[in-house]
């Protein structure tokens, strides 16, 4: 059985950008390893027929590994509690919770209740530390636990929440969708809501006055001065991949639900921790790594999200930056991996590109671009093509939950 590297870079941004020149990022980028790959490999589009969610992030993962999303995807809730090993019951429901910073015209808008006066400044607290974290975590419990519900430390700014009996179909927006906005449109809306709207409020009282923000502002740090609740999901008991295919593997993330799906399906969890190294160096660590695997298991999974960079930055990223951060991508990351494909002739690559998830835009991106490489072609076959072909979007859609029985069959 040939080895298989997965690569998802996740989250591109999409469209032109008239500081490049009116093109995309795919365009403007070099990217020397992605164009050879594409020579010499197969091009097209992977998506799940008839889901209408945005084909990205862990619910773009589970249709890869042949889940379909309309059965087995709750909500990024439910597989953080994989990640984190959060058992959830029948009718709990499991909520992302971001610590956050939140400003007003006159400073950090401490008494300010949530709405139109509050602007989303930077989605992780300011570059929150878990041990921080574990002490505001350990306070809002103290003081807004019921029997109902639960708060979970999870690394950074990112963690759970469990509500016993919640809301389920609440209607609640990524944080990243806010940044530089009001928070006002942006707020947990619909029938439940209310719940958690109190929380947040309960919450910005807490933090507001806590000694660890206190230190923070006195130090010329952002204060993490609100949680931020969202991305709901019930619990789910997806099937084992080894039910249907003989393989062993690992995925390497830096974001919990993604490693979560991984988790429920059976595979190995390795956690990149996005805040502690600069990218270059995390990209190097991801490739070497993933040689490592393969030494021992048949599939490694590589999720590349593109939030690093806008977590890096806490508020709009330039698109330049964006281009900085394929070209890394290419240079750290694919020419290691494409190397190593080469040498060992036994190996195949699958890179999936997959726009952002963001709810606030108008039209979702319900199919990625896939590259598939097994193997150097004669020149007589190399295809013209490169990565930011934008014709390959006139290709037929490819689904994404029946892709992976080309590699292995069923068992």
């Known amino acids: 059985m040939k080895k298989t590297i997965v690569v998802h870079i996740d989250g591109i941004p999409t469209g032109s950008f008239e500081e490049l020149g009116a093109r995309t990022l795919l365009e403007a980028a070099k990217l020397p390893h992605l164009d050879e790959l594409t020579r010499h490999g197969e091009l097209g589009r992977l998506g799940v027929p008839r889901e209408t969610r945005a084909f990205a992030g862990e619910l ?11 059965k087995w995807y709750s909500g990024p809730g439910a597989f953080e509690s994989f990640s984190l090993e959060v058992v959830l019951d029948q009718h709990d429901v499991a909520f992302l919770c971001d610590f956050v910073t939140l400003r007003a015209e006159d400073g950090w808008g401490d008494g300010k209740k949530l709405g139109s006066s509050l602007v989303m400044d930077d989605v992780c607290g300011g570059g929150l530390e878990t041990e921080e974290a574990r002490e505001f975590i350990d306070t809002i419990n103290e003081q807004v636990v019921s029997e109902n519900i639960q708060f979970y430390l999870g690394d950074h700014s990112h963690h759970l929440m469990l509500w016993v009996g919640g809301h389920a179909k609440i209607c ?29 409020e309960a919450s910005r009282t807490i933090l507001c006055h806590h000694a660890v923000n206190q230190e923070r502002v006195n ?9 931020w609740l969202w991305g709901p999901g019930k619990p789910v008991d997806v099937p084992q991949l080894k039910e249907r295919w003989p393989i062993h593997g690992t995925v390497v993330s830096p974001n919990g639900p993604y490693l979560g799906v991984g988790k429920a ?24 790594g993933a040689s490592m695997i393969l030494e021992k298991q048949d599939v490694v999974c590589l999720h590349v999200p593109f939030s690093v960079v806008s977590l890096d930055q806490g508020s709009s990223t330039p698109a330049l930056m ?11 990351l694919m020419g290691p991996l494409q190397q190593s494909c080469v040498n060992s002739g036994e190996s195949r690559f699958l890179v999936v590109a997959t726009a952002g998830a963001s709810q606030s ?8 671009r896939y590259l598939l490489y097994e193997g150097q072609k004669a020149d007589s076959q190399l295809s013209d093509m490169v990565f930011h072909d934008q014709a390959i979007f006139d290709h037929p859609l490819q689904n994404a939950t029946t892709f992976f029985e080309r590699f292995f069959g069923k068992s």
Do not use: W
């Open 219 to 227: 130090s010329g740090l952002k204060p993490a001065n609100c949680l």
């Open 172 to 200: 609640c927006r990524n944080p990243q969708d806010a940044i530089g906005l009001s928070i006002e449109t942006y707020l947990p809306a619909g029938e439940g809501s209310r719940v958690l709207l109190e929380l947040m």
């Open 265 to 288: 399906s059976g595979l190995h969890m390795v956690k990149v921790d996005d805040m502690t190294e600069n990218q270059s160096e995390r990209l190097r660590k991801m490739a070497d």
């Open 361 to 368: 835009e108008e039209a979702m991106n319900t199919s990625a």
């Open 60 to 70: 773009a993962f589970l249709g890869l590994l042949g889940y379909d999303t309309q």
């Open 322 to 332: 964006f281009v900085q951060y394929l070209e890394q991508i290419d240079e750290y």
